[in-house]
């Protein structure tokens, strides 16, 4: 593969199966999402709850809202646009804002959450299953059947207990709203459903048949995930280095801290203070990708000096648990650099990296020098699911360096060949495929 070019790869999360749950308000949708949930036991599963999506109301229609008198009830009052465009971000494996709605306001407030990485979505409302752009995107439909007098009871509760509703208003918008919009709007999904579950949560045989079907669809995506790897990993042993893979000049000094990091013999005390050492300089020739600019000061003999000065700020993202072993050296390096984390762990069973943790640093995409630091990198696995977060996350990618003690070239190509643009910075290119062992000796477990 020539330099430069770049290899199409998606992460696990790149193709979220997307459930769809419709049904009367108060057939105990949620209840049989969370349900679903519970059966599957997995993570990276998340219910998206379609009253998120309600539209922004007038103040003429905030009026007759908090009269009981405006109708929620209709497709009209969901914002479908912003909906698929969520769902399509998801879908991409991108990352999506999702509006926070208050119904004691009946108002859209400005904070918003985050979804990101999930591997299956499950959309629950009323309208799951009107928009034929939300259809598109549904890997199952199913519609939750229950009797008009329970769903009536159930929706009282909810509103009185926890919208701060009062009996009258909620029964004055059942029969004005939402009685009439079931059989107009609600009841003709039933028609294009997959599966009609009837008695919500007490129907077991169905939460576990919808169950086996989404493990069924992950597995599948699974196996597609792990010939994308496999891929990858054959292109990386045909390919040279790239360029953007730098090592560290072997002098001297180098070459005996790798002598006592790599001799057994070697004390724990001395081991954490020459890797300490060596760490300092991988951040320091990281550093060098900051964007500079020219800086003029007055020296103390009252001459003029032009120099240089960073044009912008950095921040370091630990890839645990590994690369909490670089925060030392770090720290003397660039006391004030923001710190994010991300925990990435590998399945035992698949071999496939998976993303259980994130928690990045503010304003990230605005740094012009963005670490990822990780002391080994071995398959490159963990490493491009790490970028790929950045990456989703709005870091441009000529911005993002990844510094490491050691790698492999199979590792480093393989990470280089789906983001050419990205830096590497390691003190030695160690084995292929080598287990990882500077952390167990760093922090001693």
């Known amino acids: 593969m020539p330099s430069g070019a770049r290899t199409q790869y998606s992460p696990p999360w790149g193709n979220a199966s997307i459930i769809g749950v419709a049904g009367s308000s108060g057939s105990g949708k949620t209840s049989l999402a969370l349900a679903i949930v519970a059966s599957l036991n997995l993570p990276w599963v998340v219910i998206l709850s379609m009253d998120s999506f309600y539209k922004p109301l007038t103040p003429e229609q905030s009026q007759a809202a908090f009269r009981n008198e405006f109708d929620f009830d209709a497709p009209d009052a969901i914002d479908f646009d912003v909906l698929v465009e969520r769902l399509q971000a998801i879908k991409q494996g991108k990352v999506a804002e999702i509006p926070v709605y208050s119904f004691a306001k009946h108002a859209r407030l400005e904070q918003t959450t985050t979804i990101y990485s999930p ?16 259809l598109d995107m549904l890997d199952l439909r199913i519609f939750a059947d229950a009797d008009g007098d329970l769903c009536l009871s ?10 701060g509703r009062d009996i009258e208003g909620c029964i004055k918008q059942w029969f004005g709203f ?15 459903a997959d599966v009609i579950i009837p008695r919500g949560i007490e129907n ?23 010939l994308e790897l496999q891929r990858l990993g054959q292109i990386a042993e045909e ?56 800086e003029q000061v ?20 630990v890839i645990l648990r590994g690369g909490s072993v670089f925060e030392t050296g770090l720290r003397r390096t660039i006391p004030d650099c923001r710190t994010g984390r991300i925990l990435i762990q590998t399945n035992p069973k698949t071999g496939e990296p998976e993303l259980h943790y994130r928690a990045l640093p503010p ?9 990822l630091l990780d002391p080994q990198m071995s398959t490159g696995g963990a490493a491009l699911m790490a970028v790929r977060v950045l990456v989703d996350h709005g870091v441009p990618e000529d911005r993002i360096v990844f510094v490491t003690y050691m790698a492999g070239r199979v590792g480093v190509n393989r990470v280089l060949s789906v983001f050419p643009e990205v830096r590497v910075v390691m003190a030695r290119m160690g084995e292929d495929m080598e287990e990882r062992w500077v952390e167990t000796r760093y922090l001693g477990c």
Do not use: C, W
């Not at 591997?119 to 939300?134: C, K, N, S, T």
């Open 239 to 294: 390919s040279p280095l790239s360029p953007n893979a730098i090592v560290l000049e072997q002098r001297h000094q180098l070459q005996a801290i790798h002598t006592l990091l790599l001799d057994p013999a070697t004390s724990k005390e001395d081991y954490i203070f020459y890797f300490d050492r060596l760490v300092t300089m991988l951040i320091s020739k990281a550093i060098d990708f900051l964007p500079f600019e020219p």
């Open 119 to 134: 591997h299956v979505v499950i959309l629950e409302g009323i309208f799951a299953l009107h928009d034929q752009r939300v």
């Open 298 to 317: 007055i020296t103390p003999q009252n001459r003029m000096y032009m120099g240089l000065k960073g044009s912008a700020d950095m921040s370091a993202v």
């Open 363 to 371: 304003k990230l995409k605005t740094d012009g020098l963005v670490m």
């Open 204 to 226: 077991k045989v169905a939460i576990s048949m919808v169950s086996d079907q989404i493990r069924r669809t992950l597995a599948s995506k699974s196996a597609q995930h792990q």
């Open 154 to 163: 159930r929706r009282l509760v909810r509103d009185v207990k926890e919208r």
């Open 178 to 192: 939402v009685k009439p919009n079931f059989y107009r709007f609600v009841s003709p999904q039933r028609e294009i």
